[in-house]
């Protein structure tokens, strides 16, 4: 449902709403969730751009092995700074959902 939102397929689109189901999908740790809710945060599509929290979601999916997110960990980790790692690093820790 929430790719629906996203492309505008049978209603009209709308990132917020989006963002709630697959928000929803990725707190029952479902890993395809995981990957949709973390390219939202990564491209500030329905809610501020956030990097750190895309990079905690791909890793969770990452970790069920989904190629899709671990691929786009690798490729969010080179751009992201030093501290930002490091909050991620925390928030995984502390088991942060985001």
Same mark, same amino acid.
């Given at each position: 449902?929430?790719?629906?939102?996203?492309?505008?397929?049978?209603?009209?689109?709308?990132?917020?709403?989006?963002?709630?189901?697959?928000?929803?999908?990725?707190?029952?740790?479902?890993?395809?969730? /995981?990957?949709?809710?973390?390219?939202?945060?990564?491209?500030? +599509?329905?809610?501020? +751009?956030?990097?750190?929290?895309?990079?905690?979601?791909?890793?969770?999916?990452?970790? /069920?092995?989904? /190629?899709?997110?671990?691929?786009?960990?690798?490729?969010?980790?080179?751009?992201?700074?030093?501290?930002?790692? /490091?909050?991620?690093? +925390?928030?995984?820790?502390?088991?942060? +959902?985001?």
């Amino acid at each position: 449902l929430g790719n629906c939102y996203e492309l505008g397929r049978g209603c009209k689109q709308d990132f917020d709403i989006a963002g709630q189901h697959y928000a929803a999908a990725s707190k029952l740790n479902h890993p395809v969730g /995981q990957l949709l809710l973390a390219q939202l945060f990564e491209e500030g +599509k329905g809610t501020a +751009k956030n990097p750190v929290h895309a990079y905690v979601l791909y890793t969770y999916a990452a970790a /069920q092995n989904n /190629q899709e997110a671990a691929k786009r960990r690798a490729d969010l980790e080179k751009k992201l700074s030093k501290e930002q790692i /490091q909050e991620a690093k +925390k928030l995984l820790e502390g088991n942060f +959902k985001p």
